[in-house]
Every structure is written in structure tokens, then in C-alpha cells.
């Protein structure tokens, strides 16, 4: 039954969401979303389960919302024609945010237009998504919309540099992902230098050139890395890896050049090829949605491919950051 007492209000969120939100957001509800009821009585929003249980009636009014009411006038509404208790419906509400069963349909991705059926069929779960992972609902102050990050993610246009079948399989699965490539570098945001050489050799010589957000992959045989997402005069570069490198073994430039001579033969597995590519683009997607991935790296072998996170900070004597305020040498 719906909780309205004030005995049973720690049956709710413990928080308000953020009261400005619910002034400006649209819910409508994603039927991807099922409402689904559990045998011991408790209902959940997909795979979320909610802190208290519903009536049909609230449920009912839940999965009627069409996005054309505000969320506050459509609890007000609710409230009054259902006879409902207004503190019941806005706990449905958090809960239909938080799980992605509610959409804000007030603001919808302006680049909606430019996408292909696939693409467009997809974006309710693309939504559902950035705001259970992304959104934070606590938060006391202005919430990101949904729409504006998966219109950046649909506006970022990579620059794929490299051959072989790693650099394939990012191409690939980017497309079929919805992320944006182009060959020219005027066009594009941010450049992915592929490697088949080995994962700690920067094949391309001149990265150092590029002024673009730019990250480093390679792959041979069974081992691959990731890493670092250099932004030029922010964080680590490609020379600082190779430079530490140096420092933990002195052969290293002698072994980085033959290395080199055998980047015709360079090969890896097919599915580390696959498994690598994929966690590059979650990378890189981390990167668009705001989420700081500088001065790290990421390395995984066969036979399980669990990426590890490494940090790759900058080496006093690139001299990369040198202009910096808080870099010193």
C-alpha cells in the first residue's frame, strides 16, 4: 500500500530531489522499463527495487505519465483526481529517475535529427542510461540533463589513426555504437593512435605534433593497453610514458627500436582485439560524459582481460607541463 503517514515516512528516500528539477522536468515513462512484482510483495522498476511497495492505482498513474506535465503539476494532479498522497507519488518519482523508468522529456537530444533508425530507436535506453550513471539526483545543485550528454557524445568526432585489426574493430564497433569518426582533423575532437607494434610502443612518430585530445592503444599477440588520454599542456603525454619506461629499464630505446622493425608482423587475438576496442570506446565515452581518465593507463593479457588501471604521471623531464603553475620538475 502507498505510505502517506509520518510514521512511515523512513519507507522513503531519505533526500528530496532537487526541487528545481522536479519544476522543470517532463516525466514520461519508458516502457523499456518494465514494472515488474516479486513474490514477496515488492514491486521493482526493472532491476531496481523500489524502498516501498505501490498500489495498482499509483502504478497505473505512474506508467501514464506522458511527459506533458511538469513532474511537480503532474504529482499535484495526481494527488488530487486519484486521492493520493502527494509524498507517495513523489517518492515514485525519484525512484522512476533513478532507474530509468522515467524520461525528462522536456528537453530531447537536438541531435535526434541526424540520426540513422537504429540509432533513434535506441536513445530512450541511451537516456535511461546517462542518468542512472551519470545524473546525480542528490545533488543540492543544478542537474545535467540527459539530452545535452548524448548530445555530445553524438557531436564528438573521432579521428582513427592506424591499421590493422584493432584499429577495425574500434571503427566497428564506434559505428555500431553511434560514435561520430572523420578523416580530417580540422573535423575532429579527438584522435585514437593505434599501435600493432607492441602495447608499450608509440608507433606513430608524430603524435607528439598532434593539439588535440588524443589516446594511445596497442595490442600484440595476447596483451593490450590503454593509455594515457593526453591533453596537450593538461596532463601526461606519450613521451612521458616512454621516459619512464626508460627509467625502469635502461635497454628500453634499444628494445623500443626492435620492437619497431617487426610492426608488419605485429598480431593479437582476435577477441583481445575485440575486448580492447570496446573498452576504448567506454573509455573515451567516460572522457566525453566529463569523467577525468588523464594520467592513467590501462593494460589487461589473456586468458580473462580484466583492464587494469595504472597511473602514467607526468615525467619531470618531458617537460610537457612545464608552463603549468603546479608542475615542477
Known amino acids: ?9 523512513s519507507q522513503f528516500h531519505n ?5 528545481a528539477f522536479f519544476q522543470r522536468a517532463y516525466p ?5 522499463v518494465p514494472v515488474i512484482s516479486r513474490a514477496d510483495g515488492s514491486v521493482n522498476f526493472g532491476d531496481h527495487t523500489l524502498s516501498f511497495v505501490p498500489t495498482s492505482t499509483s502504478v497505473d498513474w505512474f506508467t501514464s505519465l506522458d511527459g506533458s506535465l511538469s513532474a511537480q503539476h503532474a ?4 494527488a488530487k483526481h486519484l486521492n493520493l498522497a502527494q509524498q507517495a507519488l513523489t517518492s515514485l518519482l525519484i525512484e522512476g529517475f533513478e532507474s530509468g523508468a522515467l524520461i525528462d522529456s522536456r528537453v530531447t537530444p537536438r541531435t535526434s535529427r541526424w540520426l540513422n533508425a537504429k540509432n533513434r530507436d535506441r536513445e530512450h535506453t541511451d537516456l535511461a542510461c546517462a542518468q542512472k550513471n551519470i545524473i546525480n539526483f542528490k545533488a543540492p545543485f543544478s542537474i545535467k540533463d540527459a539530452a545535452e550528454i548524448i548530445d555530445r557524445r553524438n557531436t564528438t568526432q573521432i579521428e582513427l589513426v592506424g591499421q590493422g585489426q584493432l584499429a577495425e574493430s574500434i571503427y566497428q564497433l564506434g559505428i555500431a555504437s553511434g560514435f561520430e569518426f ?15 607494434t607492441h602495447p608499450d610502443v608509440f608507433e606513430h612518430a608524430n603524435s607528439h605534433l598532434c593539439s588535440l585530445p588524443h589516446l594511445h592503444v596497442g595490442t600484440r599477440l595476447d596483451s593490450a593497453r590503454i593509455g594515457p588520454l593526453v591533453i596537450p599542456g ?14 625502469f629499464s635502461a635497454d628500453w630505446m ?5 620492437w619497431r622493425r617487426h610492426s608488419n608482423s605485429g598480431q593479437s587475438d582476435s577477441i583481445l582485439s575485440y575486448q ?11 572522457w566525453i560524459d566529463g569523467i577525468a581518465i588523464t594520467n592513467m593507463s590501462w593494460e589487461a593479457s589473456l586468458p580473462w582481460l580484466h583492464f587494469r588501471s595504472q597511473p602514467a604521471q607526468p615525467h619531470p623531464l618531458c617537460g610537457c607541463l612545464l608552463h603549468t603553475f603546479n608542475f615542477t620538475g
Open 254 to 258: 634499444e628494445v623500443d627500436l626492435q
Open 182 to 196: 572523420t578523416d580530417q582533423r580540422t573535423c575532429a575532437s579527438v584522435v585514437i593512435f593505434v599501435s600493432n
Open 1 to 9: 500500500m502507498d505510505c502517506t503517514s509520518l510514521s512511515t515516512g
Open 234 to 247: 593538461e596532463s601526461s603525454c606519450f613521451r612521458c610514458a616512454h621516459l619512464h619506461r626508460r627509467d
Open 276 to 286: 580492447t576496442a570496446a573498452y576504448t570506446l567506454l573509455l573515451l565515452r567516460h
Open 75 to 78: 504529482i499535484v494532479a495526481g
Open 28 to 32: 514520461e515513462y519508458n516502457y523499456r
Open 15 to 19: 533526500f528530496l530531489m532537487n526541487h
